[in-house]
């Protein structure tokens, strides 16, 4: 992003010159040069602003809007895209946080949870926790453009979001909040051969899950699944993968029912 002025701008006005051109984000060298300053004096001027600016990564500035200045930086959703590009780094907005933006979560998110190309150090920006869980080829899967003020964040789609929430139950809250979000999911439009076209990239037992959630828990036909579920190891896998061997083992769609759902639907 170029920046130029015939003249410097003071740091107290430097957020607002930025939002009302229209510019989201600057670098720490971009602001060095607006404010006519040397690169190192630049996080003591705007870190001096209160919360008129956040540092979501080292280098990279966003001027927070009015609204969002008692929260200290805009809402998640808004500077992800622009803390990945900085970054230089792949990603998608996935698991709960995508749910709740397809409109199938129960519950508000506790954290804004992202997939990324490599590894992320979690971090809380402004009221926002972020948490990243590293996903290999994230450019294969099917995303959409979620409108944000600097353009657009990258989230996953509804089939991406349910195999990632039904692969890590723990980080998607536990095996009822996961089944309660599968079910939602299912009933707002799961396209199961798009979804059976990409479960080659995740565990076998995220497939398997989600048909047995699909059909046992919300009462809907899963059968466009069952190719992608059985094709791969033979072994059944555990509906909750953190508790004992044990319980019948459903052949329909080879999971071993070792643990009660009870979902919130």
Do not use: C
């Amino acid at each position: 992003m170029h920046m130029t002025t015939s003249r410097t701008v003071r740091p107290s006005g430097l957020a607002d010159w930025l939002l009302a051109r229209g510019k989201s984000s600057l670098t720490t060298a971009q602001a060095a040069q607006l404010m006519g300053v040397p690169a190192d004096h630049v996080r003591a001027r705007l870190g001096s602003r209160g919360t008129e600016f956040t540092s979501p990564a080292r280098g990279l500035w966003i001027p927070v809007p009015p609204e969002y200045r008692l929260w200290g930086a805009p809402e998640g959703i808004e500077i992800v895209d622009l803390m990945m590009a900085h970054l230089g780094v792949d990603y998608y907005v996935g698991w709960l946080t995508a749910a709740a933006i397809h409109g199938s979560s129960h519950h508000a998110p506790q954290a804004f949870q992202a997939a990324t190309s490599r590894r992320v150090v979690d971090r809380t920006v402004g009221r926002t926790v972020f948490r990243f869980r590293v996903r290999s080829g994230i450019p294969a899967l099917p995303v959409i453009g979620w409108p944000t003020r600097s353009g657009s964040a990258r989230v996953s789609a509804r089939e991406v979001t349910a195999l990632d929430v039904a692969s890590d139950i723990r980080f998607s809250g536990g095996l009822n909040n996961a089944a309660t979000v599968l079910v939602e999911l299912a009933e707002d439009g799961l396209e199961l051969p798009l979804l059976a076209d990409i479960a080659a990239r995740f565990p076998v037992a995220a497939v398997r899950r989600i048909g047995w959630i699909i059909e046992e828990i919300g009462g809907q036909d899963a059968t466009k699944l069952r190719d992608a579920a059985l094709d791969r190891n033979l072994t059944p896998s555990l509906l909750h993968p953190s508790m004992p061997v044990r319980g019948p083992v459903n052949q329909r769609w080879r999971i071993r029912v070792n643990s009660e759902v009870e979902a919130d639907i």
